[in-house]
Nanobody, 125 residues
Framework: VQLQASGGGLVQAGGSLTLSCVAS????????LGWFRQAPGKEREFVAG????????YYGDSVKGRFTISRDIAKNTVPLQMDGSKPEDTAVYFC???????????????????WGQGTQVTVSS
């Protein structure tokens, strides 16, 4: 499985940005797709995730109510809509795919098997 993330850039506080992640390869094996982020000097943080066959999406506490993850199975994409951006959202954002992930571990970076290259998001105040 290969992942290609894009859509990062500079956005003003309160603004919106849409990140995209395209999965290729043996995508039928993917159970979970997620977005994580990492700011300088900080640990990688769970942002949002979606699990195959489960209509509920999962979010980190810091983005709940502002970010929306979706999954286009036909196009093998997992967009992340970022609304109400805050300066503390500034980070490198990574998409990840899990083929062995179980639902209870969807928020753990260690539960994912494949990672995209990351895309920088900068929110100016």
């Amino acid at each position: 499985v290969q992942l290609q993330a894009s859509g990062g850039g500079l956005v003003q506080a309160g603004g919106s940005l849409t990140l995209s992640c395209v999965a290729s390869g043996t995508t039928s094996r993917i159970r979970a797709l997620g977005w994580f982020r990492q700011a300088p000097g900080k640990e990688r943080e769970f942002v949002a995730g979606t699990f195959r066959g489960n209509s509920v999406n999962y979010y980190g506490d810091s983005v709940k109510g502002r970010f929306t993850i979706s999954r286009d199975i036909a196009k093998n994409t997992v967009p992340l809509q970022m609304d109400g951006s805050k300066p503390e959202d500034t980070a490198v954002y990574f998409c990840a795919a899990g083929i062995t992930t179980i639902l209870s571990t969807i928020r753990r970076a260690s539960a994912y098997n494949y990672w995209g290259q990351g895309t920088q998001v900068t929110v100016s105040s």
